[in-house]
């Protein structure tokens, strides 16, 4: 009995987000949007989790709650001890800062500060970080660090917000369809790059996309389908990116 327990206990341990029925409704003029219909979800710690789903399936938004950058209707999204959902605004901005990395599908940079520089505007206001150079030569751009935004390729800039993502050492990487405005070449190339920070910083990273090709190298995937999770399956032989074909 007492070695059921223990094990239970190291299961929780590992546990970053427990999201419990998690529902989210929009009203847009008249109509009420049900962007998310009861949601339950475990998230793991050091996991590459793939949230896979076509567009309108709740998936940017149960990210987004994940994120701190939005707040459910009703149900709880525990990460470790914090309820989520329970937060003041101070408090999620400070969530946000300190405890998750977030890469959008277009990169954000700004134009008039290099691939350092921009990496430093997170640096600069971060507890522990890691230094700009650091970040970039983990993602493949220790040559590049000096050139600004439009001097870059897209799969580069989308590698610049990547190392600026977890410059900050973040427990979690939050990632929005981050090879949706790529070709499946760069794509592969900026998949490389997360993955690389998943295994090397053991940062719990969730990808949403689409794109079916790109949940073959996740540990898990969870199927969204009309606001609803409607399979999760575990990949026992996980592809590397460069195996990938879109």
């Known amino acids: ?108 940079l700004i134009p008039s500060l290099t691939a350092r520089e921009n990496v430093a505007v997170v640096t600069e206001i971060s507890r522990a970080p890691m230094q700009p150079e650091e970040a970039l030569q983990l993602v493949g751009l220790a040559e590049r660090m000096d050139h600004f935004p439009a001097q870059l390729s897209g799969g580069e800039q989308q590698r610049v917000a990547i190392a600026r993502a977890i410059a900050k050492k973040p427990d979690v990487l939050l990632c929005d369809e981050p090879t949706g405005a790529l070709d499946s070449a760069t794509g592969i190339v900026v998949l490389e790059a997360l993955q690389r920070v998943n295994e090397e910083l053991g940062t719990s990273t969730v990808v949403i996309t689409h794109n079916a090709a790109i949940a073959q190298m996740a540990n898990r995937v969870i199927h969204l389908a009309d606001g609803k999770i409607s399979e999760v399956h575990t990949n026992k032989t996980r592809l590397q990116p460069a195996q990938l074909s879109w």
């Open 1 to 108: 009995m007492a070695k059921e327990h223990y094990t239970h206990e190291r299961l929780d341990e590992q546990v970053v987000f427990h999201v419990h029925g998690v529902t989210k409704t929009y009203q847009m003029g008249e109509v009420q949007v049900h962007a998310l219909r009861g949601v339950d979800l475990d998230l793991y710690r050091g996991e590459f989790t793939v949230l896979l789903g076509a567009s309108g399936s709740g998936k940017s938004t149960l990210l987004n709650i994940l994120g701190g950058l939005d707040t459910p209707s009703e149900g709880h999204v525990l990460y470790g001890e914090r309820d989520l959902t329970r937060a003041s605004e101070a408090e999620l901005t400070e969530y946000r800062r300190y405890h998750v990395g977030f890469v959008f599908q277009f990169y954000n």
